[in-house]
């Protein structure tokens, strides 16, 4: 089954402790998105990745990192976790970039991350 | 200014009738334009992707381009109860390598 798979489904950290979510599609898709969903603010990207070793910044980056080492798997890192990282966050990913017409993404299921 | 704007609703119809979702987007070289539902905690899903002016249908669902007027809507005709959901908007612009939503407008079907 054609899947984007994200772990954990739901998260409680404390601030400071570094964690990692992690995503995989098993599609070959070319491009990764990470997004965050906040009431009143909708989907947010953080980064994308357009092929492996190929990531760019999206519109709130401030506090993540990710990496590409291989086409299935985009996992988000939170090195210091803070409070106002708490969300939900989706992965998704799409045949390719966005303007190529190939740009129809499927999400993951979604990780509920709450930092205390 | 945001680049894609949506009424965040709710918006209610009865069961049968036309939804209408409007969505308006800043940057005019903006090239193709999503809609996404996205149920009650689950993830978004595509419904339709438009990038020329004009109508385009998809069974119940209509998209409809004004690029001149920098404004998407989606139709949603013989609305069902299981049409209740936010209904996300998403632009790409010329050039760009993301995707930029609106916040979502909350759809609700009354039977």
């Known amino acids: 089954e054609a899947q984007v798979t994200q772990n954990p489904r739901y998260l409680i950290t404390v601030t400071g402790k570094k964690l990692t979510v992690t995503c995989s599609q098993n599609?070959?898709?070319?491009?990764m998105s990470w997004y965050r969903q906040d009431p009143g603010l909708g989907l947010r990207q953080i980064y994308y990745s357009m092929n492996v070793e190929v990531t760019d910044k999206g519109d709130v980056p401030e506090g993540y990192k990710v990496s590409r080492k291989e086409k299935r798997n985009f996992p988000l890192i939170l090195e210091s976790p803070s409070p106002n990282q708490t969300s939900l966050y989706f992965c998704?990913?799409?045949?390719?970039?966005?303007?190529?017409?190939?740009?129809?993404?499927?999400f993951g299921p979604g990780t509920r991350l709450l930092v205390l | 200014q945001k680049e894609v704007e949506q009424n965040s609703g709710p918006l209610s119809v009865p069961e049968g009738a036309i939804a209408s979702l409007n969505c308006t987007y800043s940057?005019?070289?903006?090239?193709?334009f999503f809609w996404y539902r996205q149920y009650s905690g689950k993830s978004p899903e595509l419904i339709m992707s438009i990038y020329s002016n004009g109508d385009k249908e998809d069974g119940r669902f209509t998209a409809q381009l004004n690029k001149a007027s920098q404004y998407v809507s989606l139709l949603i005709r013989d609305s069902q109860p299981s049409d209740s959901a936010t209904y996300l908007c998403?632009?790409?612009?010329?050039?760009?390598?993301?995707?930029?939503f609106g916040t979502g407008t909350r759809l609700t079907v009354i039977p």
């Open positions: 940057d005019r070289v903006s090239q193709s």
């Open positions: 998704a990913s799409s045949l390719g970039t966005p303007g190529t017409g190939q740009e129809t993404q499927y």
């Open positions: 599609m070959n898709h070319e491009y």
């Open positions: 998403a632009v790409n612009r010329f050039g760009a390598n993301n995707l930029f």
